[in-house]
């Protein structure tokens, strides 16, 4: 328990930081966060609980594919928010079309071969 709550405190400090950094320099925030950081503790973690490199490389393919379907809505909320729908209203439409789009890769990406 107490590995999982050292885990846990450790990836909120990140979160934290990039929010901090990124109240203060909105691209530098921007920077950090695009940055793969979570997935990068995800593969240290599993890596130090299970040294599975066949998981780990299924997890890394499979994080590829569905970063794909989120990227627009990086573009839509900042679109949303500047044609004056407001914040939370843009967030969940963001959001919601991403939840539309991982579907959609979900049902099309077994056709391709891609194991998800």
């Not at 934290?16 to 979570?38: F, N, Y």
């Not at 679109?79 to 099309?108: E, N």
């Amino acid at each position: 328990m107490l590995y999982f709550a050292l885990k846990a405190a450790f990836s909120g400090m990140m979160i934290a930081l990039i929010s901090e950094v990124a109240r203060r320099s909105p691209a530098l925030g921007a920077l950090i966060a695009a940055l793969p950081l979570v997935s990068i503790i995800a593969v240290i973690w599993m890596w130090r609980d299970t040294s599975d490199t066949a998981r780990i490389a299924d997890h890394l393919n499979a994080t590829f594919w569905y970063v794909l379907p989120s990227m627009p809505m990086f573009l839509a909320i900042p679109a949303l928010l500047r044609a004056g729908v407001g914040f939370w209203a843009a967030l969940a439409l963001g959001c919601l079309m991403t939840v539309i789009l991982f579907a959609i890769t979900l049902v099309i990406a077994p056709r391709f071969g891609i194991k998800l």
